[in-house]
Structure formats: C-alpha cells, structure tokens
C-alpha cells in the first residue's frame, strides 16, 4: 500500500502534559481522511505538527523529508486570514508571489474551481464566511498541492456552504487526485466523503479503519426493550457472556451489537423472569457507533 503521508507514535506535551500521546496515522495517495474527534481531542495539534507549525515532543512523521512535503502540501489549520481590504485576485497574488509560483492563469483557474469567478475583484472584508473558506481553498490548492490538510472547514457554515464544499472536496479528491485529512466534529459531512476515518479520543488514535469497513462492520444491532434493564443487562452478562451492548436508560432499550441469536436472547430473558417489551434487528446509527468510540454514553452526548 502506498501513503503518502505516515506518523510513527506522534507525540505532544505542554508543561509535562500529553495533549497528543502515540499517534499512527496512515494516509493513502489520493483519499479523503476524516479526522474525527471531539473539540479538544489534539486534532488540530496534529495537524499543526504535520505541516510543522509545532514541533514533536516525540514521534515522527514518515515520508521523504519534512522540506519537500512541505512543498507539496496545502492547509487551512484554524481560520484563514486576508489581507481584508484586498480582492480574492489580489491576495492570491500575493500568495503566489510569495509560494514563487508564477503561473497567472492558475488564479483564474482556481477561482472558478472554487465558484468565486464574479467576486474576484470585490475587497475581502465585504466576503461572506462561507466565501472566506472557499477564497481559503483557493490558496490551499492554486499551487497545485499532493496532499491539502484542512481544519474544521465546514465550521459555522449553513446547510448550503457546506454541501458546496463537500462537492469540492470530492472533485479534488476525485478529478484532481489530491489527498485531503480533513478533521472536524461534523459526523455526517465526513461520512458522506471520507474515504478512511481515524478517530481521536484524548489525545489518542484510538480506530483508524475504512469507512466502507465501519459501515459493513458496525450498523446493525439488536434492540431489546424491556422495563428491567439491570436485570435483563445482567443476564446477558452473566448467562450468554455478551459485553458487548449499550444500556439506554431513558428509554430501557439495550442495544446489543455482538452478533447474537435472538432466540437464544429470549429464552434467558424468559427463564430469568425478564419481561420482554420488544426485540428487533435494526440498523446502528453512525453517531451511536462513533459516540460509543468516544465514551460518549449519556442521552445528550455529541461530538461538539
């Protein structure tokens, strides 16, 4: 398998503290990586040493050298700044100049790929945000980029800016065969595009797997409804040796995601004097997987 871009036990500490602690990452040529966490799970740290903004307290990152990935990478880590009283032209310009990349025709190219074409002389500061992050793209990617790194890019926008930048992200993905690692707390955007997902708890890589692997693997369940729950939870301890399951106290449903007969479930519920209300197979929702991953338990547990 070829990667373009591997991280070997990445580490980070601030004032003797692991904020990122042995990450392994592993991003193909060519893919979308959705980086998946909660807000402060060291995504953004790892991108920041990635595209060495901060440096490791340990670890490494495994390609050919850190100079010449750097040439052949593109970000937005955090919130893209302009210069405000310049046009979108203008500043990709100046970025160029910059970057030493002297190809005039690609600013226009660029901004039509990231639909600014009728916008290009308007002064940044009158932009929208949704209109920042595209303009933000332009400059990740007008160089022609292998691998673009984008931090929470879809944060605060409406329904709409995100569905256009999705569509991007798949046509550079896609037509222009850039590798995107994309983070964000947005399950269902990343769900939609990402080709591999790496999931971050605390610091720690703790599943890296395709995104096609997870939904095969982890959607479907069985769903037992029954009024006593620590009964019922115990007997699938204890006499059918299932662990794993997800007790819903508010609403006494177990969710049972070990692959399991549910008549053999029924028999020890009966012989346990548990009482059934309902059992059915259903389909596992992504968030509830996602959320299990991140020890988020309780009824109102989100990533963000």
Known sequence: MTYILRTHQLTKTY???AVVSGVDMNIKYGEIYGFL????AGKTTIMKMITNLVQPSGGEKVHDTSYEVLKRMGSIIEYPVFFEKLTARKNLELHCEYMGYYDKQAIT???ALVNLVNVENKPVKDFSLGMKQRLGLARAVITKPEILILDEPVNGLDPVGMHELRDL??????QYG???LISSHNLSEIEQIA?????IRKGKLIKEAPMEEIRNAHTNHIELVVKDYPRAAFVLENKLNVWNFRVREDKNIINIYDDYSQNDIIQSM??????IESIVHKKQPLEDYFLQLIGGDGP???FN
């Open 15 to 17: 004032n003797g503290e």
């Open 37 to 40: 966490g909660p807000n402060g």
């Open 109 to 111: 190219e660029t901004l």
């Open 169 to 174: 992200f798949m046509k550079l993905s896609r």
């Open 178 to 180: 850039i590798t995107l």
């Open 195 to 199: 080709d591999t997902i790496g999931v």
């Open 270 to 275: 009966i012989q346990n004097q548990v009482t």
């Open 300 to 302: 109102n547990a989100k």
